[in-house]
T-cell receptor
């Protein structure tokens, strides 16, 4: 049973436009959510996070939105750049264990 | 500061053979995690060490998998005997109490 779901395997966006990556979760015990970015042949690297007591967190071009009632979060990248092309993993934790989604591959076209 | 290092980066073995993966966490990180990703699927939790103790091994697939963390430093993950479905990328991550995990580059295992 997948507790963190990323239903879009891939997303293609034009350079300069907004990229929106979505994530749904099922476990209401999760209290902290993270996004990781992964390039080929590398491990995932932390990008941005949000606590369940907030509904928005912004860091430069990256903003994460959390809708607790819908158990949904999203990552917005504005403006998108070709270097943002990577696989983005949504993750959630309620304690020591972090649960990851299957990832969304983002292609940013120049 | 050195990051999380994993060895080997890629291992190709025959079904029935044994493979041992090694992870060196960031120095001073008490928490060490093993994850596995099968092509296109989620990064699946395998187990969590706090120092040398297994905090949570609920994700270990079966008793063919054995993880150890000697002296609370590096960790090994042994698969014996390997099966075809064990193929994937094994990631190690470490942390020092915070929610953010620091990952290694992964060890790709191919079982033929």
């Amino acid at each position: 049973d997948q507790q963190v779901k990323q239903n879009s395997p891939s997303l293609s966006v034009q350079e300069g436009r907004i990229s929106i990556l979505n994530c749904d979760y099922t476990n209401s015990m999760f209290d902290y959510f993270l996004w990781y970015k992964k390039y080929p042949a590398e491990g995932p690297t932390f990008l941005i996070s949000i606590s369940s007591i907030k509904d928005k967190n912004e860091d430069g071009r990256f903003t994460v939105f959390l809708n607790k009632s819908a158990k949904h979060l999203s990552l917005h990248i504005v403006p998108s750049q070709p270097g943002d092309s990577a696989v983005y993993f949504c993750a959630a934790t309620g304690g020591f264990k972090t649960i990851f989604g299957a990832g969304t591959r983002l292609f940013v076209k120049a | 500061e050195a990051g999380v290092t994993q060895f080997p980066s890629h291992s190709v073995i025959e079904k029935g053979q044994t493979v041992t993966l090694r992870c060196d966490p960031i120095s001073g990180h008490d928490n060490l995690y093993w994850y596995r990703r099968v092509m296109g699927k989620e990064i699946k939790f395998l187990l969590h060490f706090v120092k040398e103790s297994k905090q949570d091994e609920s994700g270990m697939p079966n008793n063919r998998f054995l993880a150890e963390r000697t002296g609370g430093t590096y960790s090994t993950l042994k698969v014996q005997p390997a099966e075809l479905e064990d193929s994937g990328v094994y990631f190690c991550a470490s942390s020092q109490g915070g929610r953010e995990l620091f990952f290694g580059e992964g060890s790709r295992l191919t079982v033929l």
